[in-house]
T-cell receptor, first 114, second 114 residues
Framework: QQQVKQSPQSLIVQKGGISIINCAYENTAFDYFPWYQQFPGKGPALLIAIRPDVSEKKEGRFTISFNKSAKQFSLHIMDSQPGDSATYFCAARGRGGGADGLTFGKGTHLIIQP | DSGVTQTPKHLITATGQRVTLRCSPRSGDLSVYWYQQSLDQGLQFLIQYYNGEERAKGNILERFSAQQFPDLHSELNLSSLELGDSALYFC?????????????FGEGSWLTVV
């Protein structure tokens, strides 16, 4: 059972454009939603995270938009740069999910074309 | 550098064999998590330990086991290995086990079963 659904699987964006990755979750007990960035040969690294009591969080060029009623959240990368090319994972965490570990989406392979 | 250390980085072994993956968490982190990453299944949560005790179980096979030692390092034991066990195994750690605490990932152990 996939509790966090992520789309698209892959995304190609021109340099300077906006990259948008979407996630939807099922378990209403989730209460922490991080995004991780993974470069080839490296482990995932926390990029930005949000709790459901806010609808948006911005850190530099990265913004999370959160819609609690729709059980959806998305990552927006403004002014996308070639160095942003990586795999991005959304995740969710909460005791109601049955574990303290993160439940990940399947990832989005992002390519920023120069 | 996340501060989470995993050994070995690469491992090739035959079907039916047993291997042990080792993880040293970030200094001071009490919680250790194990994840499996494969192309078709994405990042799957396997198991979590907190201060030496098993805290949560995810999609961990019965052939797999883990433990966390008094010095907080952890080992993941994989036995009766099958070709399908070939994957990247990540260890992660956090300061404590409650929802919202940042989870830091190591660089992973590549396991190839031939």
């Amino acid at each position: 059972q996939q509790q966090v659904k992520q789309s698209p699987q892959s995304l190609i964006v021109q340099k300077g454009g906006i990259s948008i990755i979407n996630c939807a979750y099922e378990n209403t007990a989730f209460d922490y939603f991080p995004w991780y960035q993974q470069f080839p040969g490296k482990g995932p690294a926390l990029l930005i995270a949000i709790r459901p009591d806010v609808s948006e969080k911005k850190e530099g060029r990265f913004t999370i938009s959160f819609n609690k009623s729709a059980k959806q959240f998305s990552l927006h990368i403004m002014d996308s740069q070639p160095g942003d090319s990586a795999t991005y994972f959304c995740a969710a965490r909460g005791r109601g999910g049955g574990a303290d570990g993160l439940t990940f989406g399947k990832g989005t392979h992002l390519i920023i074309q120069p | 550098d996340s501060g989470v250390t995993q050994t070995p980085k690469h491992l090739i072994t035959a079907t039916g064999q047993r291997v042990t993956l080792r993880c040293s968490p970030r200094s001071g982190d009490l919680s250790v998590y194990w994840y499996q990453q494969s192309l078709d299944q994405g990042l799957q949560f396997l198991i979590q330990y907190y201060n030496g005790e098993e805290r949560a179980k995810g999609n961990i096979l019965e052939r797999f086991s883990a433990q966390q030692f008094p010095d907080l390092h952890s080992e993941l034991n994989l036995s009766s290995l099958e070709l399908g066990d070939s994957a990247l195994y990540f260890c992660a750690s956090s300061a404590w086990g409650t929802s919202g605490n940042t989870i830091y990932f190591g660089e992973g152990s590549w396991l190839t079963v031939v």
